[in-house]
Structures are given as structure tokens and as C-alpha cells.
């Protein structure tokens, strides 16, 4: 019985997409379905499927989720973590890996001497010498120097662990196909599923993050902080040109996908979406 199961949901997530309707499909199989004698033994045994299926689904999900996650932790904090920081030390490369950080190392350094200077002016530091503000300068420096020094460490941690991660989870995928599929059933089910309504207002909501108009200050963070945390230099040019081509690649995906495969499966959800939108 289990092996049925498994094969039915397997044979499920590789079904093609209709080109009736969903609704006029659900409307004749339901009809179907009050005819025939033994519609209460299929409706339990479809049940146990179903429960099948999403247990299966959240718990590979979980897995493929919470997995790689956890190995990347440790990994970098228990595997490449030591022996990261014992060759940045034995070696002492530097400070910096790229000159953004040399930049924003500077002009920290520099809003902390201004804020001396306008501290002395206000009177709050009136004994204040040349000699002990540079001390205090100095001492700056060198705070600054050490957290730049941890960011280009972590940042090359980060890389190689994050690497590692990739690796595993392409191994997991790989070796879990059957959940994949089942997985994949699951989230067909449960996005085409959904009312019209809720197909709508995700779609929109969707769009107007991530492609909206005002989704490139979103997209600037996203890439600034992807940059730092592997520690690559923050170019603005490239940061521009990224947000000037793939929200537009994205919108054009996304709209070729509602064209080719949800107007097919379900045209009241574009209508509703249409309105929706103006």
C-alpha cells in the first residue's frame, strides 16, 4: 500500500499542466466522483495520501532548511574557523581585503576625530592636549584596525563555509529525489490551490518587493550586505547595474510564467490579478 502511495504522489508532481481550466476540471471530476459506488474508500485513501504528502514535504523541508544551516555554523566556527585566524596571523597579510573597507576603516576614523575636535569647541573636553587627543586617536585606530581585521577574517570564513554548505545541499537534493518530487506536488497543489483572491494579492505582493518601483534601495542593501559578508569590494557601479537589470529579468520571468502556465491553469486568477493591479 505504501509503495502505491508512493508512486502516485511520485506520478502527481510530474503531471503537465492542463489546458482546460482548473475549475472546469475540478467541476467535472467532482461530479464524476458522486457517481461512482466507491467514492468513500478512494476519498479516505486520497486522505491518507494527502497527509502522506505534507508530512513528507515539511519534514524534507525542514531538513534541506535547517541542515545546511547548522553545518555551516559549525563548520565555521570548529572547522575553518582555527585555521583561518592561524594563517591570517602567522602570515599578517594586512587589515583590509579590498578598499571599501579601507574606505569606510578611514572615514569612521575620521567622524571620530571631528567629534573630538567638536567636543573640545563645546567645552566639554577644555583640558584636552594635542598629546592625549592623539593618544585617544591612536587608540581608535587600533580598535578600528581590529574589527576590520575580524570582518576580513569572517569574510573569508564566511566564503569558505558557505561553499561548503552548498556543497551538502546539493548532495542532499541529490540523493532525495523522491522527497524533492513530493515536494514539488506539494507546492504545486498548494500554490494552484489557493482562491483567486490569494493568488492575486501574492502576486502582487511579490512584485511590488522585489520588483516594484520602490524595491532598488531593497535591492542596494541586499547586495551591500552580500558583498561585506564575503568580503568583496563594494562597487557602485556594479551595484547600479545590478539593480538596472535583474529586477527586469526577474519581472519578465515572472511575467512569462503567469502567460505560459497560470493563464492556462487558472484565468479567473489573472483577471482577478488584473483588477487587483489597477
Known amino acids: 500500500m505504501k509503495y502505491w502511495n508512493l508512486k502516485k504522489i511520485n506520478k502527481s508532481a510530474f503531471e503537465k499542466v492542463s489546458p482546460l481550466p482548473k475549475s472546469l476540471i475540478s467541476t467535472f471530476a467532482k461530479f464524476k466522483q458522486e457517481l461512482n459506488p466507491n467514492a468513500e474508500s478512494e476519498a479516505l485513501e486520497e486522505f491518507r495520501i494527502s497527509r502522506y504528502q505534507t508530512v513528507a514535504s ?4 525542514l531538513v534541506i532548511i535547517i541542515t545546511p544551516i547548522i553545518i555551516n555554523q559549525l563548520s565555521k566556527h570548529f572547522l575553518f574557523g582555527p585555521t583561518v585566524e592561524y594563517f591570517w596571523n602567522k602570515n599578517q597579510p594586512g587589515i583590509f581585503l579590498n578598499e571599501s573597507q579601507e574606505e569606510r576603516a578611514y572615514i569612521e576614523l575620521q567622524r571620530y576625530e571631528e567629534q573630538l575636535n567638536f567636543e573640545i569647541l563645546i567645552g566639554k573636553f577644555p583640558d584636552l592636549s594635542s598629546e592625549l587627543m592623539h593618544y585617544k586617536i591612536q587608540q581608535k585606530a587600533l580598535v578600528i584596525a581590529q574589527e576590520y581585521t575580524r570582518e576580513s577574517v569572517n569574510a573569508i570564513k564566511n566564503i569558505l563555509a558557505d561553499i561548503f554548505s552548498i556543497v551538502i545541499l546539493i548532495c542532499m537534493i541529490f540523493t532525495g529525489r523522491r522527497e524533492l518530487s513530493i ?3 506539494f507546492m504545486n497543489e498548494l500554490i494552484y490551490g489557493l482562491s483567486d483572491t490569494a493568488k492575486g494579492f501574492l502576486i502582487i505582493l511579490f512584485t511590488d518587493i522585489f520588483v516594484g518601483f520602490h524595491s532598488p534601495h531593497g535591492w542596494e542593501v541586499i547586495i551591500e550586505t552580500i558583498l561585506r559578508h564575503f568580503g568583496l569590494p563594494e562597487s557602485r557601479d556594479f551595484i547600479f547595474l545590478f539593480i538596472s537589470t535583474f529586477p527586469v529579468i ?5 511575467k512569462y510564467w503567469i502567460f505560459r502556465y497560470l493563464n492556462r491553469v487558472s484565468p479567473s486568477a489573472v ?6 493591479n489597477e
Open 271 to 276: 483577471a482577478t490579478y488584473h483588477s487587483m
Open 250 to 254: 526577474l519581472d519578465t520571468i515572472f
Open 58 to 61: 515539511v519534514k524534507y523541508l
Open 183 to 185: 515536494l514539488q506536488s
